[in-house]
């Protein structure tokens, strides 16, 4: 892996604003930025069966640097999990934990988690602050960014869910690595998009350098490359319209057809 260096990005709301991190290793920077924003409040770490085993010890300990303390509960992987059962599940574990008003939900895994865990800290206690861990290159390039939260319904894929927006994203590119071809094909594609929507000469870019993000010699500057124009693309669109009343729609590219497909397919793999 080559050394990258660590890139911020402002999203700036009316109300809100927060940073993206992106790079190798920019999870090395969530105990001084948590402390920062939070101080010493209880952290409540939500990750999934395929994430846990991987990351979750190094963020704990991350945050213990800074003497966080902080609880996890981990979810089953695949989108099953974005269900009212796995939610009640969850936000009686936050209960548990005895999180109170100033405690934060960090979301350390894929759009699932993501989605999940937002929705989660957007209802808890009418609504707790939370950070995004993206661990997926579908999640680092969408999802981890904007604010929207869900879970899934028989009648439609993310109708049941809120706007909140998290205090921190923290993509860090290394996190990638375990990732199968499949998975970071689907998050290539989701790149394309918004040089499709956005960006003809990123679109071009996306066509000559595809094999070295999802190929097996990955140059790890261009995936930070592809992270940072797709969130700078998405948070431009978002700070013009974050409730997704009129251009924000844009965003939503491709995605039609594919959630009435997983809606017919049951959400199955």
Not at 206 to 223: P, S, V
Request: net charge negative; with cysteine; proline share 2%.
């Amino acid at each position: 892996m080559q050394n990258t260096d660590i890139c911020q990005l402002g999203l700036c709301l009316s109300s809100h604003k927060y940073d993206i991190l992106i790079g190798e290793n920019a999870i090395s920077k969530l105990p001084m930025r948590y402390r920062a924003l939070f101080g010493t409040s209880k952290a409540f770490i939500l990750s999934d069966s395929n994430v846990a085993p991987l990351y979750l010890q190094q963020v704990t300990e991350e945050l213990s640097q800074k003497q966080i303390i902080s609880s996890s509960f981990v979810v089953n992987s695949g989108e099953d999990s974005k269900s009212f059962i796995t939610l009640e599940k969850v936000l009686n574990k936050m209960s548990e934990a005895q999180l109170d008003r100033k405690s934060i939900l960090i979301a350390l895994g894929g759009g699932v988690v993501g989605d999940l865990g937002g929705f989660a800290a957007s209802i808890y206690m009418r609504g707790i602050k939370f950070i995004q861990i993206p661990t997926t290159l579908l999640a680092q390039v969408d999802s981890s960014v904007g604010g929207k939260t869900a879970v899934n319904s028989p009648y439609g894929k993310n109708i049941i869910g809120t706007f909140h927006q998290p205090s921190l994203v923290v993509a860090d590119t290394s996190f990638l690595e375990t990732l199968l071809p499949r998975e970071l094909l689907s998050g290539y594609a989701e790149v394309i998009k918004y040089g499709i929507i956005k960006n003809k000469s990123f679109f071009d870019w996306c066509c000559n350098n595809g094999e070295k993000i999802y190929g097996d010699d990955k140059d790890y500057e261009l995936i930070k490359t592809a992270v940072k124009t797709s969130c700078q693309i998405k948070a431009e669109i978002v700070e013009q319209d974050e409730k997704e009343q009129n251009i924000r729609a844009l965003l939503n590219f491709g995605h039609t057809f594919a959630h009435a497909l997983e809606l017919e397919g049951g959400y199955s793999d």
